[in-house]
């Protein structure tokens, strides 16, 4: 029986993350090195219209009606099929492998959603646009986030840099020379909604102040990206580092994510910070590639789980 596949990667964000949901622009990247695969298998023998579910890292292994009408597994095939103009499925299983960890800001909910999304479409003769995929994707983020900034969904469905802004048409960004990040898992799984939930509430008792935080993490994107697109990515440490204060001003780090940032940095990293939802989840560390293996040393001794070198070009 043929199978269809579809992968999609994990993302980090560089900069910008929180502010994002408030209309601010914000810079993510994909990271290939870690992807979510979907793989659909016909089931001729299944009753008719039967779709059967297994994810064995979240150990689930379910019939779609036996989810709840909110599961985002459920959402995205429900969601796909009539896009696809599909009443029913015809009966088959669909299986998803990821091996981007969970909870951790490394998209890996909407990541999941993009590959089942091509997946099922491949097994439908069809393909969808972009846009649409994004769409559903984002669709699918809100039950995970609540008011999701739709950055995740945009550059896993791209694979491309972009400097991202609510509500406005996507701008690739133009990577002019090729820099080198460590991500590091914290091993702290920290889900976004709660984070993002915590600011929204805080925004509302002292919307001045959050306004204004979030007006110079703007600036902080806005000149990152002049770097970026330039190719001296090198100063970008310094950026995020003061992205780092502001995000620890929003009260969305921790101690943990502080002493990873501090131990990459003293290792000789030019810049560190939190990305994603915060508390819990991965530090980024900008690193030459001469410091990388020490850097990245320090953080496995400071608990880091687990520490990936990924390259932005
Ligand atoms: O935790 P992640 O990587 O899914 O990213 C969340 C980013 C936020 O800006 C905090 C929320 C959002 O929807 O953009």
Redesign the pocket.
């Known amino acids: 029986m043929p199978a269809f596949t579809a992968q999609a990667p994990a ?3 560089l900069f910008g ?2 502010a ?2 408030y209309g601010r622009p ?1 810079i993510a990247v994909p990271v290939m090195a870690l992807q979510a695969r979907a793989i659909v298998r016909a089931e001729p023998r299944a009753p008719h219209g039967q779709v059967r579910l297994i994810a064995p890292a979240i150990r689930l292994e379910a019939l779609l009606e036996e989810l709840g009408a909110d599961h985002p597994l459920r959402r995205v095939v429900e969601l796909t099929a009539q896009e696809l103009g599909a009443a029913y499925l015809p009966a088959c299983q669909i299986q998803i492998q990821s091996t981007i960890p969970v909870a951790s ?3 890996s909910g909407a990541a999941v959603s993009v590959a089942i999304i091509r997946a099922l479409a491949a097994y439908l003769g069809k393909s969808l646009p972009d846009t649409t995929v994004s769409a559903i994707a984002y669709e699918v ?1 809100k039950i995970h ?1 609540g ?6 969904n945009t550059v896993i469905t791209l694979r491309k840099a972009v400097f991202f802004m609510r509500g406005q048409a996507i701008q690739p960004l133009r990577i002019g020379r090729p820099f080198t990040l460590l991500i590091a898992d914290s091993g702290i799984p920290s889900p ?1 909604a709660a ?2 939930g915590d600011v929204r509430r805080a925004w509302e008792q002292n919307p001045q102040d959050y306004e204004a935080l979030f007006d110079q993490i703007a600036d902080i994107v806005v000149q990152a990206r002049s770097l970026i697109e330039k190719g001296v990515p090198h100063f970008l440490g310094d950026l995020m580092n003061r992205n780092q204060e502001l995000l620890r001003a929003l009260n969305v780090s921790s101690p943990q994510l502080d002493h990873l940032i501090n131990l990459a940095l003293q290792a000789g990293a030019l810049g560190a910070k939190l ?4 508390r819990g ?1 991965n530090v980024i560390a900008l690193v030459s590639e001469g410091d990388a293996a020490a850097v990245a040393r320090s953080l496995k001794e400071g608990g880091a789980r687990e520490v990936i070198l990924t390259t932005v070009e």
Do not use: R
């Not at 008011?147 to 995740?152: L, N």
């Not at 990305?275 to 915060?278: F, Y």
């Open positions: 993302k980090i964000i993350e929180h994002v949901v914000a800001g490394l998209g983020e986030h008011t999701p900034s739709g950055v995740d976004t984070t993002v990305s994603g939802g915060g989840g």
